[in-house]
């Protein structure tokens, strides 16, 4: 047990390290270190890297440590065992980087540590998420009025457009969830594709819905949803679309199926995690026409917009329809004339990520997202384009930012994959395709250069010499 003398110790070097900033100005200079050597460094850590991990062993510390010593440790230990994601040669996972002045931002906006709630507690988190909204919206090319919520990720933005849609629906069968539950609560259909995503799957159960519920709509040589295959919709559906197929970047049939849904009276989600910012570039618009007759979108603003992490984004028509399914009462709470933010999300309490956010659509403007998307798209595409003159098989029509890539056998593109995230020149991840293995290239980093490109793609024709050699 600490003796008072030793706590009120411990208060005056907390109180020293705001007015020193010694710790503060160690961060940063261990930042701008780590930033120098990004560009040049192994793209996942080195084995010799990872045994550092070991200094991180120990039992929770009984006393306090000295400050320096804590980010030393960090910094000596932790920077070498990051993958470097930020680099221009990391393709994995779907995966962005982070535009510089939105780091910043975001630096800045830790040191304010505000919770984002309500306009009362931090009006500046309330001002700026209501322009993101207004933003993005107008980016996107969505309906006047759609309502915005800064989650943590796609994932969450799902199943908060789900979660809507769902009380939605049962709210025009003349049932109000919120008072009566689900228990004996009319049918609420779901309609969507084999290829959803696994979040998708993630958020129906959360809310309810069981695998055994849902209709299955087969898919096209692309993943795209066969709208010829589609039951009959109705005004108790809940119809799911992809902006982007996680594994070949294909975009659903928006204006066929979202015309048919909407004289049906059905809701449509559009799963939009890193292909909705499609919307945003005049090259890639094409892909997203007829987004607008969706009632909710969720996307992730921390991949193809390079957004630090985390930062997800539901979006919503029916605002109201939003509210109401996140709504939160309280005798102290006070709601406010101005945007309370947290009207729009699960959570109450959160940071303020709509800054970082701000600032990067201020720094871009809509000229700045357009070039970006469209050259992710371009340098997915001399992935494509160039792995193919050198007899790879490119599986895919390599529509955004996704290549699908194989060897002449299975084996020879598992291995291949192994070698390459061995050797760890540049990194990309694998998956099932068609019931194959395959070599799955992402390409989210603003700061990708042709020339990371061409030395990703020489990395990736050696890994695939090694394979053979390996294979026999």
Known sequence: MATQSQIDQLWDILRQHNQDKAIFKQAVEAAFSYLDTVPNRS??????????????????????????????????????????????????????????????????????????????????????????????VDLLGLPSGTAAGFVSGTSTATMCGLLAGRNALLRNQGWDLAE???????????????????????????????????EWVDYDDQGRIAPEKLPELDDTTLLILQAGNVNSGAFDDFVTIGKRAQAAGSWVHVDGAFGLWAAASHATQHLTEGIEFADSWSVDAHKTLNAPYDSGIVLCKDRDALVRALQLSGDYIQYSEERDNMLYTPEMSRRARGIELWALLKTLGQQGVDAM?????????????????????????????????ACDTPEETIETLNEIQRGSVMWCGGSQW?????????????????????????????ARQQARQQLG
């Open 43 to 136: 793209v996942f850590p080195t084995p010799n890297a990872l045994e550092k991990l070991i200094n991180f062993d120990e039992p929770l510390p009984q006393t306090p440590h000295d400050a320096a010593d804590v980010l030393a440790l960090l910094h000596e230990s932790g920077s070498p065992n990051t993958v470097a994601q930020i680099g221009g040669r990391y393709f994995g996972f779907v995966n962005g980087s982070a535009i510089p002045s939105a780091v910043a931002a975001r630096w800045l906006a830790d040191m304010w540590d505000q919770n984002a709630a309500l306009h009362v507690i931090s009006p500046i988190a309330a001002k700026l998420e209501q322009l993101c909204e207004t933003w993005l």
């Open 180 to 214: 009566s539950g689900l228990f004996g609560a009319p049918r609420v259909r779901v309609v969507m594709s084999k290829q959803s995503h696994g979040t998708v799957r993630k958020a129906l159960a959360i809310l309810g819905f069981g695998q055994a519920n849902i």
């Open 373 to 405: 998307v469209h050259q992710l798209c371009q340098h997915a595409q001399q992935f494509g384009r160039d792995l193919a003159k050198h007899d790879f098989h490119i599986l895919n029509d390599v529509v955004f930012n996704q290549v699908l890539v």
């Open 434 to 462: 068609n019931g194959e293995p395959v070599i799955r290239i992402s390409v989210c980093s603003w700061a990708t250069t042709t020339e990371d490109v061409k030395r990703s793609i020489d990395a990736i024709v050696n």
